[in-house]
């Protein structure tokens, strides 16, 4: 008689302790992620909107408030509208045929082919390769005097292009980078999206006497919609933080300037590198002036992300 | 049909000739680069512009600290997203859709735009200068968790977590005991993805850590960024540096990219 309490007792506690971890223990599963999101990357974010209101340097000890005063310097800056063009060209530039060129070969791919492997892993190499060794390496492709790329136009009679110097130059040779090493990456993209579309459908166009063309803009690209909104917004952030190749190209192609310049001119200081100047790698470590910066550039992300979300949607296959 | 083939056999040229091309310039002389017509197959220099590489930076330094870094966020990025994507995939509690919707939609947020408070934050830890700061900002990202969740959900069989339960399995115990061995193949992709993007990560490095206690890339920006402009230096140090990681891949191209196309299906 008396086990019987014991045991009930005892399952009851194991009861508890059951619904404690059915009910409790996913939430300790996900926590690591979300604790770690807020604190570097949702706390940051909001706090630069804080520092932004601030006159705010990395050397004083104390931080005065002055409201909206960067922001109205900023907009009164001919660096910022400077970085802002350059931000927007090179990110069209390099986004725009970018995507077309990954629709289209995503679209050769999706075929039966021999050697697919092979093809796949090429298309993948320069995304694996770092932006680093990229912009090294067409530093020297680029080169004004011994590079390849002016070596092989001359052939066709252009006389050889101080790439890095112009505006116009450095931002094809920058998307040029940019393309290379993200083409391939998105191509695969849009081909696992066009694997899932019914391969009836071609066949019955096929019978129809739809060719190549029309089948990749009539089936393949209605189909494959909400992929191509996901890799252009993802494609559009990306475009609108570049830093690391115009950082990098100031430096390995020579020419003057700081690191953070984007050329002794500034023809291609883009807005991430414009903040990465003021907060870092000018002499006053502006953190109030260059957060403020930030925010004006997440505003531009939010506005060009949304307008390229829209455009995306509407598009109907006549897209390309 | 032959067109097809000879278009992506030129793009898969345009892909490689550029790595190709660099290890010709790294295996020569200076003044082979101004040649003209430019030398088109690799030199014998290699291994004396491997060493100068060693005498202008402290690359083995670089490499010790990357390999660090890399293999401390593959690790922690494996583990903590096959926790996160088994809770997502395969267990109820209130909030989860909501939850796992924030995740995805937190891939898009910009992070690079905090990057002033991050350093403050770093600063205040006085982690600046160390592994601390690459590593731990990079323990688990939404990216893996998301990857995660649409393996298992696919993957791994409800029935198997119920017999476990029988059993008298906790959560815990069904995690170390059933999901952990049937995410391997998964997580062995994520591990590799995630290997190379921190092997690959330039910025964040470059502000937070110091030029004599740098990663591989950080090293070989400033073998770069010399004053004469050293492009045998630099891709010297691009070859020893990237090349090998490039290798990998094309070892494991075919799993590396089998991941990458099915992470990406719904997004």
């Excluded at chain 1, 009861?15 to 604190?39: I, K, Q, W």
């Excluded at chain 2, 690799?42 to 293999?71: E, K």
């Excluded at chain 2, 591990?191 to 004599?212: I, Q, R």
Aim: a positive charge; proline letters at 5%.
């Amino acid at each position: 008689m008396s086990t019987l309490p014991l045991a009930v007792t005892r399952r009851r506690g194991q009861g508890m302790r059951h619904t404690l971890d059915v009910r409790v223990s996913p939430y300790a599963y996900v926590a690591p992620f979300f604790l770690l999101f807020c604190a570097f990357g949702l706390f940051p974010l909001v706090y630069t909107a804080w520092v932004s209101l601030h006159e705010w340097t990395l050397l004083s000890e104390t931080q005065t408030f002055i409201g909206l005063d960067n922001f109205a310097t900023l907009l009164a800056d001919g660096y910022f509208w400077n970085a802002t063009f350059n931000t927007l060209s090179i990110g069209v530039l390099s986004t725009v045929p970018q995507l077309v060129l990954a629709i289209w070969l995503a679209h050769l791919l999706n075929r039966r082919l021999r050697f697919q492997t092979l093809f796949r892993v090429s298309l993948l190499l320069p995304n694996v390769t770092s932006v680093v060794a990229v912009v090294v390496i067409f530093s020297q492709l680029f080169g004004r005097d011994f590079g390849m790329i002016n070596w092989v136009l001359s052939w066709f009679g252009v006389g050889s292009v101080d790439w890095a110097a112009g505006t116009a130059s450095s931002h094809v040779a920058l998307s040029v980078m940019i393309m290379w090493r993200w083409t391939g990456y998105n191509a695969l993209i849009f081909l696992a999206a066009m694997q899932a579309v019914p391969r009836e459908l071609y066949e019955a166009a096929t019978l129809d006497g739809a060719g190549n063309f029309t089948q990749l803009r009539r089936i393949t690209i209605p189909m494959i919609r909400p992929t191509m909104i996901f890799v252009v917004i993802v494609s559009t952030i990306g475009a609108m933080q570049i830093i690391a190749e115009p950082m990098l190209f100031g430096q390995s192609s020579g020419g003057g300037g700081g690191i953070a310049t984007g050329g002794p001119d500034r023809q291609f200081q883009t807005l991430a590198l414009f903040v990465y100047e003021q907060g870092f790698a000018n002499s006053t470590f502006d953190f109030g002036y260059a957060s403020a910066a930030s925010w004006l550039m997440f505003l531009a992300v939010v506005i060009v992300a949304g307008v390229n979300f829209l455009i995306t949607r509407r598009a109907k296959g006549g897209l390309v | 049909m032959r067109l097809r083939y000879l278009t992506l056999t030129a793009v898969a040229f345009f892909s490689a000739f550029p790595l190709y091309y660099s290890v010709v310039v790294a295996s020569r002389h200076n003044s082979a680069l101004a040649e003209v017509p430019p030398p088109l197959l690799p030199g014998g220099n290699f291994f004396a512009n491997v060493a100068r590489v060693f005498d202008t930076v402290p690359f083995g330094l670089a490499l010790l600290n990357s390999i660090i870094v890399a293999g401390s966020i593959s690790i922690a990025v494996m583990f903590f997203s096959t926790l996160a994507g088994f809770a997502f995939a395969k267990l109820k509690f209130r909030g989860k859709n909501a939850m796992l919707v924030i995740t995805v939609a937190t891939m898009m947020v910009p992070a690079q735009l905090g990057i002033i408070p991050l350093y403050m934050l770093m600063v205040k830890l006085e982690w600046t200068g160390t592994n601390y700061a690459l590593i731990v900002p990079a323990l688990v990202n939404a990216f893996g968790v998301f990857f995660m969740t649409q393996y298992l959900s696919r993957a791994l069989p409800t029935e198997l977590l119920e017999a476990g339960r029988v059993d008298g399995c906790t959560t815990w115990g069904l995690f170390w005991h059933v999901v952990l061995p049937a995410a391997r193949p998964a997580a062995a992709v994520l591990g590799m993805l995630t290997f190379m993007s921190a092997w690959n990560d330039y910025f964040w490095p470059l502000v937070v850590l110091s030029p004599d206690n740098p990663t591989v890339q950080v090293a070989l920006s400033t073998l770069a960024s010399g004053y004469v402009n050293d492009y045998v230096l630099g891709l010297a140090g691009t070859a020893i540096g990237t090349l090998p990681l490039v290798a990998v891949f094309a070892l494991f191209g075919k799993q590396i990219i089998g991941g990458i196309m099915q992470g990406a299906v719904k997004g």
